[in-house]
């Protein structure tokens, strides 16, 4: 059983199948396949069970007419952890029409060693997004929702930054990226578990709860009721009303809680579906409970809980995100990450410097 | 006659006094029916002790069969990544930081007897810091036989024995959050192509 | 496409075999022990696994049945309270609320059952009164039957400290199970 000399060999020799990676994409996809492969991979074993690690780069090809700004890839492995699904996204691209581009994936999976071969890992598109904020896609995992998402984030922080730089110049720009490394390095890290379960917390109290002050906000939160039990918290209700004249679709809520500090913590988001009318009202119940902990296992009792709107869908297809001011708030800085394109950009300054960074932005 | 206090009584009943109070709790027993039948109290006191520690009960959430299983499957786990050092040639860091290893233990499958080892980033680039120092934090859902989780390294999602984690692709740590419709996301950028790649799994 | 094998020196079927054992053997004794110092399952957990991973590396321990039960509920005990140190940052003493709640007692269950259950959600209740110090040297002593002196050890105290430790959480069990029997 535990014969793991005897299994090493087996699945050496199993490993060899050309086709364990498939790639399906829509006959009529503006993005295809150039070349799509294994690349490196190796087996495992260990026990009873075996890993595969699979690092491949897919090589794609925008043939459209418009610049392609997402993608949205869902990856997943026949018999290989049913019951939940799997994607890799690449925003703030800018690819041009013709243009080739590499999305990478670094997947392991791992499967009983029930003697059969690996299991086949497929790459199917979910959805692209372009310039013109055109979707293409089966859209099965909500990525349209969330490539426009990114893309108003992405076109809002690098409106922000070239303001910066437009104004006040390279230097105010380079303290600027310097702010936003900082921050991310000293963000508070939380330890989040969350069970999905409507079971009551036992003990639990009501907590404190409040909505950010969003000014010009399309959807307010006007209730929100939570209880916790040491460091489990538990949002029991949460109300919203449509200020738009648009109907809403749904939203997405960020949470923040403080501790018995008065440390303030980012605890991760709740998205809800939530159909009203403009002038309309709906609620949400959720059916989670979420334990907190610092890092190092300290628990983090929950005191307070607030909500603050981070994007709202409307019926048309229309998303709204927060301006950029939102942030401004120092406590909201330090607490609240920023968005994908933040990261990219900071990315570019920390490895490449503020010259490379202005070209980037000069670039889109 | 002056009985014993309530102290001595207590650490009489296991013979914990030390030394003459001992000898002079011992001779006052002989005489003193009253103390002797408190200490006898206090005896079988140990008793419902031992069998309140032993009876614990879980949260109504949680099953012992199952906390059992996964608690079996992590130590396994952990004794492999001992091997993996020693095959290496390193010095083990002897215990697998506990922050890390809450995956699901599982039943057999088929033929096997054992339990399959859900052991994740165990080896890579990310593994001998994960592993000795653990991650700063993790992002963690778990939905019936479904559990999520996500730190700076990548997001994994496993379900009775097989699962697939998608890792950054690039050595410096991401950034992860968690949804609680049931998804955890991690994004990092690629050192080679500068592009931020978002890696999110969901709940079915 | 170029795949490779990890090289792999586990030990020998007979000796996992071995290993199982122990770990099926003792794995709620040690659960419940560190359950009882830590107060809440996720802690308990992690510091259970830790405990058999220490251990099973300690093969000279393990040769002699009984004796390496015991030396299994050292390591345990030392594992939960070396956690509680460093969570309260040196002094552990500082620790004495638990964040898990017992279950609901609400739940009844007929006859015989709902007696034994009753039974043992006053005993939780009566052990969840003690400060952690109290319940800890308590179930050291009296479930693990350590001696004194080790308990002592284990807690980083004076073995008269201990022997007050022994003291308040026997006596204060006691008051608070005979309360309940006065009341019924």
């Given at each position: 059983?535990?014969?793991?000399?005897?299994?090493?060999?087996?699945?050496?020799?199993?490993?060899?199948?050309?086709?364990?990676?498939?790639?399906?994409?829509?006959?009529?996809?503006p993005v295809?396949?150039?070349?799509?492969?294994?690349?490196?991979?190796?087996?495992?074993?260990?026990?009873?069970?075996?890993?595969?690690?699979?690092?491949?780069?897919?090589?794609?090809?925008?043939?459209?007419?418009l610049r392609l700004r997402g993608i949205s890839?869902?990856?997943?492995?026949?018999?290989?952890?049913?019951?939940?699904?799997?994607?890799?996204s690449v925003p703030s691209l800018?690819v041009?029409?013709?243009?080739?581009?590499?999305?990478?994936?670094?997947?392991?999976?791992?499967?009983?060693?029930?003697?059969?071969?690996?299991?086949?890992?497929?790459?199917?598109?979910?959805g692209v997004l372009f310039e013109d904020m055109s979707f293409f896609g089966?859209n099965?995992?909500?990525s349209r929702r969330q490539l426009t998402a990114w893309e108003l984030?992405a076109?809002?922080?690098?409106?922000?930054?070239?303001?910066?730089?437009?104004?006040?110049?390279?230097?105010?720009?380079?303290?600027?990226?310097?702010?936003?490394?900082?921050?991310?390095?000293?963000?508070?890290?939380?330890?989040?578990?969350?069970?999905?379960?409507?079971?009551?917390?036992?003990?639990?109290?009501?907590?404190?709860?409040?909505?950010?002050?969003?000014?010009?906000?399309?959807?307010?939160?006007?209730?929100?009721?939570?209880?916790?039990?040491?460091?489990?918290?538990?949002?029991?209700?949460?109300?919203?009303?449509?200020?738009?004249?648009?109907?809403?679709?749904?939203?997405?809520?960020?949470?923040?809680?403080?501790?018995?500090?008065?440390?303030?913590?980012?605890?991760?988001?709740?998205?809800?579906?939530?159909?009203?009318?403009?002038?309309?009202?709906?609620?949400?119940?959720?059916?989670?409970?979420?334990?907190?902990?610092?890092?190092?296992?300290?628990?983090?009792?929950?005191?307070?809980?607030?909500?603050?709107?981070?994007?709202?869908?409307?019926?048309?297809?229309?998303?709204?995100?927060?301006?950029?001011?939102?942030?401004?708030?120092?406590?909201?800085?330090?607490?609240?990450?920023?968005?994908?394109?933040?990261?990219?950009?900071?990315?570019?300054?920390?490895?490449?410097?503020?010259?490379?960074?202005?070209?980037?932005?000069?670039?889109? | 006659?002056?009985?014993?206090?309530?102290?001595?009584?207590?650490?009489?009943?296991?013979?914990?006094?030390?030394?003459?109070?001992?000898?002079?709790?011992?001779?006052?027993?002989?005489?003193?029916?009253?103390?002797?039948?408190?200490?006898?109290?206090?005896?079988?006191?140990?008793?419902?002790?031992?069998?309140?520690?032993?009876?614990?009960?879980?949260?109504?959430?949680?099953?012992?069969?199952?906390?059992?299983?996964?608690?079996?499957?992590?130590?396994?786990?952990?004794?492999?990544?001992?091997?993996?050092?020693?095959?290496?040639?390193?010095?083990?860091?002897?215990?697998?930081?506990?922050?890390?290893?809450?995956?699901?233990?599982?039943?057999?499958?088929?033929?096997?007897?054992?339990?399959?080892?859900?052991?994740?980033?165990?080896?890579?680039?990310?593994?001998?810091?994960?592993?000795?120092?653990?991650?700063?934090?993790?992002?963690?859902?778990?939905?019936?036989?479904?559990?999520?989780?996500?730190?700076?390294?990548?997001?994994?999602?496993?379900?009775?024995?097989?699962?697939?984690?998608?890792?950054?692709?690039?050595?410096?740590?991401?950034?992860?959050?968690?949804?609680?419709?049931?998804?955890?996301?991690?994004?990092?950028?690629?050192?080679?192509?500068?592009?931020?790649?978002?890696?999110?799994?969901?709940?079915? | 496409?170029?795949?490779?094998?990890?090289?792999?020196?586990?030990?020998?079927?007979?000796?996992?075999?071995?290993?199982?054992?122990?770990?099926?053997?003792?794995?709620?004794?040690?659960?419940?022990?560190?359950?009882?110092?830590?107060?809440?399952?996720?802690?308990?957990?992690?510091?259970?696994?830790?405990?058999?991973?220490?251990?099973?590396?300690?093969?000279?321990?393990?040769?002699?049945?009984?004796?390496?039960?015991?030396?299994?509920?050292?390591?345990?005990?030392?594992?939960?309270?070396?956690?509680?140190?460093?969570?309260?940052?040196?002094?552990?003493?500082?620790?004495?609320?638990?964040?898990?709640?017992?279950?609901?007692?609400?739940?009844?269950?007929?006859?015989?059952?709902?007696?034994?259950?009753?039974?043992?959600?006053?005993?939780?209740?009566?052990?969840?009164?003690?400060?952690?110090?109290?319940?800890?040297?308590?179930?050291?002593?009296?479930?693990?039957?350590?001696?004194?002196?080790?308990?002592?050890?284990?807690?980083?105290?004076?073995?008269?400290?201990?022997?007050?430790?022994?003291?308040?959480?026997?006596?204060?069990?006691?008051?608070?199970?005979?309360?309940?029997?006065?009341?019924?």
């Open positions: 059983m535990w014969n793991s000399a005897a299994i090493s060999v087996c699945f050496a020799a199993s490993l060899v199948a050309q086709d364990g990676l498939r790639v399906n994409f829509p006959a009529d996809s295809s396949v150039v070349s799509s492969g294994w690349g490196e991979s190796r087996a495992i074993p260990r026990g009873g069970a075996y890993m595969v690690d699979v690092r491949t780069s897919l090589k794609l090809k925008n043939n459209s007419r890839l869902q990856v997943s492995s026949q018999e290989v952890a049913a019951g939940g699904k799997a994607s890799v800018d041009y029409p013709g243009q080739e581009f590499p999305v990478k994936i670094d997947l392991r999976l791992l499967q009983p060693n029930s003697g059969s071969s690996p299991s086949l890992v497929q790459v199917q598109l979910d089966p099965r995992l909500g984030e076109r809002r922080d690098r409106q922000h930054l070239k303001l910066i730089l437009a104004r006040q110049g390279d230097d105010a720009l380079r303290r600027a990226m310097v702010d936003i490394l900082a921050r991310e390095n000293s963000r508070p890290k939380l330890d989040v578990r969350m069970a999905r379960s409507a079971a009551a917390l036992p003990n639990a109290r009501s907590i404190e709860t409040a909505f950010l002050s969003q000014p010009g906000i399309p959807v307010e939160g006007v209730k929100a009721v939570a209880v916790s039990a040491g460091n489990q918290l538990q949002i029991l209700e949460l109300a919203f009303a449509n200020r738009d004249k648009r109907e809403v679709r749904s939203i997405e809520l960020g949470l923040l809680v403080r501790d018995q500090e008065g440390r303030e913590f980012a605890a991760g988001s709740l998205p809800a579906t939530l159909t009203m009318k403009p002038n309309g009202t709906a609620s949400v119940q959720p059916s989670a409970s979420v334990t907190l902990n610092r890092p190092q296992g300290i628990p983090l009792k929950v005191e307070n809980l607030t909500g603050f709107v981070q994007q709202v869908e409307f019926a048309n297809g229309d998303l709204w995100v927060p301006p950029g001011s939102f942030r401004d708030a120092a406590r909201l800085a330090k607490v609240i990450p920023g968005s994908l394109e933040e990261q990219r950009l900071a990315d570019i300054y920390r490895r490449r410097g503020v010259e490379a960074l202005i070209e980037e932005l000069n670039r889109q | 006659m002056k009985h014993l206090d309530e102290s001595q009584i207590a650490l009489a009943s296991r013979g914990d006094l030390s030394g003459f109070a001992n000898l002079r709790a011992r001779l006052h027993l002989t005489f003193c029916k009253t103390c002797r039948d408190r200490v006898a109290e206090y005896r079988q006191d140990q008793q419902r002790v031992k069998s309140a520690v032993a009876a614990f009960e879980l949260p109504r959430s949680m099953k012992w069969d199952e906390l059992e299983a996964e608690m079996f499957g992590n130590i396994r786990l952990g004794l492999e990544v001992e091997e993996i050092h020693r095959d290496a040639g390193q010095v083990s860091p002897v215990v697998v930081q506990h922050e890390a290893m809450s995956w699901r233990g599982l039943a057999a499958a088929g033929a096997m007897t054992a339990i399959v080892i859900t052991g994740w980033f165990l080896t890579g680039p990310g593994a001998q810091s994960y592993l000795r120092h653990g991650p700063s934090a993790i992002a963690q859902v778990r939905s019936g036989a479904v559990v999520l989780r996500g730190d700076e390294h990548g997001v994994g999602l496993e379900n009775r024995g097989t699962g697939l984690m998608l890792r950054n692709v690039s050595a410096p740590a991401g950034r992860f959050e968690v949804s609680l419709d049931g998804s955890v996301r991690a994004s990092a950028v690629d050192q080679d192509s500068g592009q931020v790649t978002v890696s999110q799994v969901y709940v079915e | 496409m170029s795949t490779s094998s990890v090289p792999n020196s586990s030990p020998s079927a007979a000796e996992r075999e071995l290993q199982d054992r122990f770990v099926r053997e003792n794995l709620r004794r040690v659960f419940a022990l560190i359950y009882r110092i830590v107060g809440n399952v996720a802690d308990a957990q992690d510091l259970t696994q830790d405990t058999f991973i220490k251990a099973l590396q300690r093969k000279d321990q393990l040769k002699d049945g009984d004796k390496s039960a015991q030396w299994l509920g050292r390591v345990a005990s030392n594992t939960a309270i070396d956690f509680l140190r460093r969570k309260a940052r040196v002094n552990f003493t500082e620790i004495d609320s638990l964040p898990e709640p017992l279950p609901d007692p609400s739940e009844r269950r007929a006859d015989e059952e709902m007696l034994r259950a009753e039974e043992a959600a006053y005993l939780d209740h009566c052990l969840e009164a003690l400060s952690v110090r109290e319940r800890t040297a308590l179930v050291l002593r009296d479930v693990e039957d350590l001696p004194a002196s080790e308990v002592a050890a284990i807690l980083g105290c004076s073995p008269a400290t201990v022997r007050s430790h022994i003291a308040n959480a026997r006596t204060k069990f006691r008051a608070i199970y005979e309360q309940r029997k006065e009341a019924q």
